[in-house]
């Protein structure tokens, strides 16, 4: 069963600081994705990296993809009280029929205070 | 807007009835995956439908199923329920099976059970 750890699991921050979230696991993944949820809403896709080593920037948001698979990490810069919320992880399961099916981490739930 | 509807948006009965969630998956996606978040469990993968075929399982129980039509619209049955069913539930749907498994989520059905 391929798991993935994020940490921390909660952050609370004041604005203007810079942070990072952390996605890992023991498992290589062919690709690993980044959702943000707002409450009470669905998850929001933000971006996928698929590349060993990869970085993709959206704005003031950093990702990227280890040079292994395993792992991925989320930057904020300057964080805004409009980052808050609970930042998920996920990548999809390798072989069987399953495909598509992806592997969420247990969230990181990101406060930015004014 | 992710393009993944979802109805009812909230949904109110007591215990031992049963409902129906419905979802419209984007248009191309084939397939579509349900979920269900309450606070102390994260998002649980509940079920996975390809093209009107059964793909995948996790942890859906007994007295809950599910089916996709042939116009690829989903409807997720939940029946006996009990106080501990009530969470949000979201479908999201992709174009798997090609990668990178991108899922896109609807808005949710709050599912209050009293």
């Known amino acids: 069963t391929q798991l993935l750890e994020q940490s921390p699991q909660f952050l609370s921050i004041q604005e203007g600081e810079n942070l990072t979230v952390y996605c890992n696991s023991s498992s290589v993944f062919s690709s690993l994705q980044w959702y943000r949820q707002e409450p009470g809403e669905g998850p929001v896709l933000l971006v996928t990296v698929v590349t060993g080593g990869e970085v993709k920037k959206l704005k003031r948001l950093t990702f990227q993809f280890g040079d292994a698979r395993k792992d991925s990490s989320l930057h904020i810069t300057a964080a805004q009280p409009g980052d808050t919320g609970l930042y998920l992880c996920a990548g999809p399961n390798a072989g069987g029929t399953s495909y598509g099916k992806l592997t969420f981490g247990q969230g990181t739930i990101l406060t930015v205070h004014p | 807007d992710s393009g993944v509807t979802q109805t009812p948006k909230h949904l109110i009965t007591a215990t031992g009835q049963r409902v129906t969630l419905r979802c419209s998956p984007r248009s191309g996606d084939l397939s579509v995956y349900w979920y269900q978040q309450s606070l102390d469990q994260g998002l649980q993968f509940l079920i996975q439908?390809?093209?009107?075929?059964?793909?995948a399982k996790g942890n859906i129980l007994e007295r809950f199923s599910a089916q996709q039509f042939p116009d690829l619209h989903s409807e997720l049955n939940l029946s006996s329920l009990e106080l501990g069913d009530s969470a949000l539930y979201f479908c999201?749907?992709?174009?798997?099976?090609?990668?990178?498994?991108?899922?896109?989520f609807g808005p949710g059905t709050r599912l209050t059970v009293t």
């Open positions: 439908y390809y093209n009107g075929e059964e793909r």
């Open positions: 999201a749907s992709s174009v798997a099976p090609a990668g990178p498994y991108e899922q896109y």
